[in-house]
């Protein structure tokens, strides 16, 4: 079940609103006539693991997120001495440098 309701009554409900919250329901707290925020429990669901469409959602109109997204990266991926590959095509707009060797300086 979903409930919503406007800033002046949520302020008077606050308790009733944040035990539905626990419960699991749906709550959200509306300005104006629209949804403005959304009350969770503290260890609900939506806190335990974020969703790739929270982590990328504003990304999306640049295409489809490769499931692989998330994963970790080997750690000796970067101890490699192999040159870093695939900046070719920003390489041609000039936006990318071709890669050069470290020297510390010291």
Same mark, same amino acid.
């Given at each position: 079940m979903k409930t919503v309701m406007?800033?002046? /009554?949520?302020?008077?409900?606050?308790?009733?609103?944040?035990?539905?919250?626990?419960?699991?329901?749906?709550?959200?707290?509306?300005r104006k006539g629209k949804e403005?925020?959304?009350?969770?429990?503290?260890?609900?669901?939506?806190?335990?693991?974020?969703?790739?469409?929270?982590? #990328? =959602?504003?990304?999306?109109?640049? =295409?489809?997120?490769?499931?692989?997204?998330?994963?970790? /990266?080997p750690l000796d991926a970067w101890?490699? /001495?192999?040159?870093?590959?695939? #900046?070719?095509?920003?390489?041609?707009?000039?936006?990318? /440098?071709?890669?050069?060797? #470290?020297?510390?300086? =010291?």
């Amino acid at each position: 079940m979903k409930t919503v309701m406007n800033v002046a /009554e949520a302020k008077a409900k606050l308790s009733e609103l944040i035990e539905r919250a626990e419960r699991g329901e749906a709550v959200f707290i509306a300005r104006k006539g629209k949804e403005a925020v959304r009350l969770i429990s503290a260890d609900g669901p939506d806190l335990a693991k974020p969703s790739r469409a929270n982590l #990328f =959602g504003r990304l999306a109109h640049l =295409g489809p997120i490769p499931e692989d997204a998330l994963e970790p /990266e080997p750690l000796d991926a970067w101890f490699s /001495e192999q040159a870093i590959t695939g #900046f070719e095509p920003a390489k041609q707009m000039g936006v990318a /440098e071709a890669s050069k060797p #470290f020297t510390p300086k =010291g």
